[in-house]
């Protein structure tokens, strides 16, 4: 069973920068597509990026972090990036990666994940 676990989060100023890794145990990922997911308190989790298990077929960003955001993988090393700049205080919530489990699903949706790591606590302060 594919284990994910979250690093690189913490406290950031506005217009600072973090870089989040999702380093996999138990099995590779590079038969699943990848997501980073994010939950701020009192609202619903969101998806924040995706992309494909190659990288190649599709990447996904949504509009708040569009230009801001990037995704990327290592399937060599297991691990899933996510590049944060330019940060903003309503980038503040836990953060999520996530394995994609099911392809009948919409990349989109929470639901077509099925492996989850614990979660990692990005704060930006203004």
């Known amino acids: 069973q594919v284990q994910l676990v979250e690093s690189g989060g913490g406290l950031v100023q506005a217009g600072g920068s973090l870089m989040l890794s999702c380093e996999a145990s138990?099995?590779?990922?590079?038969?699943?597509?990848m997501g980073w997911f994010r939950q701020a308190p009192g609202k619903e989790r969101e998806l924040v990026a995706c992309l494909s298990r190659s990288g190649n077929t599709y990447t996904y960003y949504s509009d708040s972090v569009k230009g801001r955001f990037t995704i990327s993988r290592d399937n060599a090393k297991n691990t899933v990036y996510l590049q944060m700049n330019n940060l903003k205080p309503e980038d503040t919530a836990q953060y999520y990666c996530a394995g994609r489990t099911a392809y009948s699903t919409p990349y989109s949706s929470g639901r077509a994940y099925g492996i989850w790591g614990q979660g990692i606590q990005v704060t930006v302060s203004s």
């Open positions: 138990g099995g590779s990922i590079s038969g699943y597509g």
